[in-house]
């Protein structure tokens, strides 16, 4: 640098490659920057397309260079991409260089541009055509297949045929193959992939395999989650193309244990209300999401009360919720050592300052994320690997004051309501009971929308869980799985 010359950091960077190329037929200047934008001038005006966001990839048709991109659609008479999201538009670029030796040297540097972003090369994909409105292959065949063809990503699409396929599927793949996993679905199939990979001998490697999610079940609170806070539509344009443009963040998983058997959890654990809601409404399944809120007034109107008990270690800022725990919490038995997959955190439950609440109970929900569905901004405090749960308990509720909590739900502001306790945990035990009005009776325990345990004369009680109706608990594990994301 010259000693006279002035530092300057706002200098722009040498262009990986700047030629003059026929634009529409005339001769135009064009740069490739260091940053990867494709800068050009017309006599209509400046053009400018990156790598970063708008270029998918690029062929070459002859003599000419065609830059495939995706814009935010603004309703212009651009080729729209996809269905009926219109969420993004195509709106190729074509060049043509002056001769051959240049039209190479731009492919080169497009090619190692393009290549520098870590995008994946290859998914595994998982359609789930039960899920929801039972609308997923349809979504996939004309919004998601589109867009990674133009993006040159190989798939190898599998439908699931049956609950836990997908888990079957993960739990043997090989996953040197594949650059991430896809799921075409509701929340359940990527709770079927996160617990697959968990319980791999190999599950280190595994859960570096990111995972993408493209919403077609009822709930999609995962997805939400994701796009919501960066202003992207919940829609299966938007998270494909976060998928394609490769960026990666990590994701809590939390471990709920019963003696010996585990489940991994990635969304949330519910008991009372919203357990009986979210798993009761599946006979309205066909309703798609509607189906929650149709069920949810039914069940305020009939409203239930459990006794119980939860125990928590609360993360700081929220010391002064519950009460001292009257007794120590002891870490569950560990799974033998010849087990393969992941064991869960290695915490000593014991030396923690554990508190208490006790019953009786309208809700007990648990949340990793902030929504639990599109609509449903369940936690909006949470974060995806902060290293805590967000935990949003209601002892009683008058049923008028519960219906307007209800309405709240899409903005999160039900948790600042009075008869809500809203905190997070680094560690959670629930001691369920049953209901205060019919003693007989007990609940359901949910997680990610699958039925953890059912109690006596619960909905489909007769249908085994996972675990029995009783105590179990929860660790969290920071950042253990690994999502696309699209910032």
């Known amino acids: 640098?010259?000693?006279?010359?002035?530092?300057?950091?706002?200098?722009?960077?040498?262009?990986?490659?700047?030629d003059r190329v026929l634009i529409n037929g005339v001769v135009t200047p064009l740069t490739l920057t260091a940053e990867g934008e494709l800068q050009w001038t017309t006599?209509?005006?400046?053009?400018?397309?990156?790598?970063?966001?708008?270029?998918?990839?690029?062929?070459?048709?002859?003599?000419?260079?065609r830059v495939k991109t995706l814009?935010?659609?603004?309703?212009?008479?651009?080729?729209?991409?996809?269905?009926?999201?219109?969420?993004?538009?195509?709106?190729?670029?074509?060049?043509?260089?002056?001769?051959?030796?240049?039209?190479?040297?731009?492919?080169?540097?497009?090619?190692?541009?393009l290549h520098s972003l870590g995008r994946p090369k290859r998914l595994l994909v998982f359609v789930n055509?039960?899920?929801?409105?039972?609308?997923?292959?349809?979504?996939?065949?004309?919004?998601?297949?589109?867009?990674?063809?133009?993006?040159?990503?190989?798939?190898?699409?599998?439908?699931?045929?049956?609950?836990?396929?997908?888990?079957?599927?993960?739990?043997?793949?090989?996953?040197?193959k594949y650059d991430g996993i896809v799921c075409v679905s509701g929340d359940g199939v990527l709770v079927e992939v996160v617990n697959g990979l968990l319980e791999r001998e190999d599950w280190r490697t595994a859960l570096k395999l990111p995972i993408g999610m493209v919403p077609a079940g009822s709930?999609?609170?995962?997805?939400?989650s994701l796009l919501d806070p960066v202003g992207m539509s919940c829609s299966a344009a938007s998270a494909t193309v976060s998928i394609i443009r490769g960026h990666r963040r990590s994701l809590d998983v939390a471990?709920?244990?019963?003696?010996?058997?585990?489940?991994?959890?990635?969304?949330?654990?519910?008991?009372?209300?919203?357990?009986?809601?979210?798993?009761?409404?599946?006979?309205?399944?066909?309703?798609?999401?509607?189906?929650?809120d149709v069920y949810g007034l039914q069940r305020i109107i009939c409203l239930r009360q459990y006794n119980g008990r939860i125990l928590f270690v609360p993360a700081p800022g929220s010391e002064s919720c519950g009460q001292p725990a009257s007794d120590n919490v002891e870490k569950e038995s560990s799974v033998s050592d010849k087990t393969p997959g992941y064991q869960g955190p290695d915490t000593n439950l014991e030396d923690l300052e554990w508190r208490e609440i006790k019953g009786p109970f309208v809700s007990v929900w648990l949340h990793n994320v902030p929504w639990g569905a599109e609509n449903t901004l369940a936690a909006p405090n949470a974060k995806f690997s902060d290293g805590f749960l967000d935990l949003i308990v209601m002892k009683d509720c008058p049923k008028l004051a519960l219906l307007s909590l209800m309405t709240k739900l899409s903005d999160g502001t039900h948790v600042q309501s009075p008869y809500v306790s809203y905190l997070k945990v680094k560690a959670f035990v629930l001691e369920p009971g049953a209901r205060i009005d019919e003693e007989d009776k007990e609940g359901i325990i949910d997680s990610d929308g699958e039925v953890l345990a059912r109690g006596r004369k619960s909905y489909k009680c007769d249908e085994k869980g996972l675990m029995s109706y009783g105590k179990l608990q929860i660790t969290v594990d920071q950042g253990l799985a690994t999502l696309f994301s699209p910032e």
């Open 71 to 113: 814009v935010e659609s603004t309703g212009s008479s651009s080729i729209c991409c996809g269905g009926s999201g219109g969420d993004y538009a195509r709106n190729d670029f074509v060049f043509e260089p002056l001769y051959d030796e240049s039209r190479k040297l731009w492919c080169d540097k497009l090619r190692q541009r």
């Open 1 to 18: 640098m010259d000693p006279l010359q002035p530092e300057n950091d706002h200098l722009p960077s040498p262009p990986l490659i700047s």
């Open 219 to 224: 709930g999609n609170g995962m997805i939400k």
């Open 255 to 292: 471990t709920i244990s019963q003696g010996t058997t585990k489940f991994f959890s990635v969304l949330m654990l519910a008991w009372g209300l919203v357990a009986d809601i979210d798993i009761e409404s599946e006979k309205f399944r066909w309703m798609g999401s509607a189906r929650f």
């Open 129 to 176: 055509p039960f899920g929801g409105n039972k609308t997923a292959r349809k979504i996939f065949v004309e919004e998601v297949k589109p867009l990674f063809d133009d993006a040159d990503v190989q798939l190898d699409v599998q439908e699931t045929k049956y609950q836990l396929h997908a888990k079957e599927m993960v739990g043997s793949m090989d996953v040197s």
């Open 43 to 65: 006599e209509s005006g400046r053009g400018k397309s990156t790598t970063e966001k708008e270029i998918l990839s690029f062929v070459v048709e002859g003599n000419k260079v």
